[in-house]
């Protein structure tokens, strides 16, 4: 790297504090951490985070639905200009990795400190931001915090959300402290760049260092209800059925051959449940959810209206009725070409193998893409594993990812160096 | 009825013998009763039915797996004769309906009682016999007391049996106080004929009053665990997936595919579960059970094997692995031609519509008919719901059904009238 003129990484520093945070929350049992959104866990992983923030002397502010943000000021700043963004998130779900959300928190952090370790203040504000409840795995949507920043829900609605414990939102800010007065959304940025493990197998499989994220796809999550008759399994014809497990499982088989037939669609049926669940008992009730993903909106919607379709054929057919709900929604995003180009720049001036790629999983950077030029950076991830205490990347190919970070910051800022 | 000359059913104590019996373990919040084998309650159903028996001043016996016995002897009979013999069970599952076994014994009760009415002794013995555990829902497999009686598990064995309450079902039938002396099997019945509700929805779609039962279906229950990996459902290409839950979804599709195909086969997939069963997270674990049945040995083994063999196949096209277990497997019955005869010409004189068919459900009659000739009588169940509060047949319905065991009873008996 030293062929690289410019801002000095330090790589030492940076592995650790990703060993110090993942240290909060751990699960001596099962492994991994756990750090839910708002918990006394998340709470101490946030201490942690503003702590280096003061260490690096950043101007640190909190908006009302938790977001914290740390700024390196430039010169001319006196508060209103609009910052070089970089962020993620550091809740984590149940038993997690150390990596996901935490690395690109810890990243940017790593970018503020090569300035000030280099004594030099840069051409324009750098903010990170570490944005609330992006797992949602207590309260739902997830990416709430980034949602909430971008303008796509208010405050008010965020903070009366009621999480799968009871708890309100807003209540649990409150009680670990983190309920600021900064309106989101008011420090709208002039660029956003998150980077981040891949958390599928791609990088790995083909053997490339860096991620070059264009765009993220769009998400449809469905959760479907059948409802049929229980009956004997030893005396219902087959063709007096009315099984509701039957039709949950020929769905299931179905949108494997569309997302076959598509190519760049992704069908996941993730969750099942039969009832009664008896052996010898035709299942009355089945219930599953759907998670459709394409790059590409028109087809996106396509796969959808095929599976309504198709529910509606089947429900014929069988006898049974079905209920769907969209859970979630979101259309796909595409991110910012220049930025995008600016990270492949970077790539091959490291010399690292790199790879135009879509986001298949949800990022804040989806939702700051909203209201700012963004995209993002990502590094692989061992067996595509993630959500899991085997989530893994090696550090060197953290410290690329970092690198490059650094590296695309500094040539957007114009830093001179 | 009056042109049928013989013995009269006393239809309004029958009736009466059904309420009061379906009262014992009744539960007033959920519907129905419960009366899971050897717990307290069916305690007290057994208590109840011997009482009845004591009444009509039987020879009760209970043998070493707790089956009850009464026994109407013929005056020649001095303990060692071949007895007529009835029955089914008084066990249920949880929140049963009233008929389901109950029925059987008591109408056999009410043949005995014909004969004390009428104050005359039958030529042969008649004994009525009520089956212990023929649910199987604490302790498998079911049928267990014909099964025992029938030679085909061994008594030491039986009682060992742990349930899925970690009680051993010597320990608990000893407990109730129902662990007879009686060597099962001691008493082989002469024939069998076990009255029971179709469990099914044929009759009533037929508007057919008796059922000549001529067969049951053979069953095969088998377990079936398939492992695959857990992978992000929006990062994880469709072709390296090892989706579980997908190869679960297909078989059980597949496997309707092949009922349909057979005409005969019924297969139904009853029991489905997911791991870890969360929405954006292709399954790592399914596991589900397959019923399949059919009336032809040859056609049940073929579909096993088809079975078989698209589970290799599927294992090796998703890179998983697959498991298979044999919960149960009965080969298909076929009944006494000559009782079966005998069924359709005692409807036949009644006027009652009939037909000839296949049991789809498991009787202790399959069991009983390894060592006697045996058959069924079936009548009609509402929408062909049986295992809920909902199972019910009409009382003019119920009295058919008796009133023809009775005639086929005092005919085979040639009791002189």
Redesign the interface.
Known sequence: MSNVPGLQLNGAKLLQQIKTLGDIGVDLTQGGRTRIALSDAEKAGRDQVVAWMRELELDIQVDRIGNIFGSLRCASDTGHERPFMMGSHIDTVTNAGALDGCYGVLAGLAVQRAYREAGVLPPRTITVGAFTNEEGVRYQPDMMGSLVYAGGMSVEDALKTVGTDGSRLGDELARIGYAGELVPGAMVPHEYLELHI?????LE?ENTLIGVVENL?G?S?QQVTVKGN?????????R?RQ?A??V???I??EL?QL??SSGTT?????????EP???????RR?SF?V?L?DPDESKLLKAEQQLAARLAEIAEEEGVSIETEQ?VRFQPVTFDPSLANAIEDSARRFGFSHRRMT????HDAQMIARIAPAAMIFVPSRG?????PREHTDDDQLLNGAQVLLDVVQRRLNTPL
């Open positions: 891949e958390q599928g197998p791609i499989a796809q998400i999550w229980a009956n004997h399994a030893g005396t219902t014809p087959t007096l099984d497990g039957y949950a499982c020929a299931a088989t494997r997302a076959k992704l069908a996941t049926i993730g969750c099942m449940t039969f669940n008896v052996i010898n008992v035709i299942p089945a959810t998670d993903r859970l986001s298949g999983a949800g595509g594993i993630s959500h899991n």
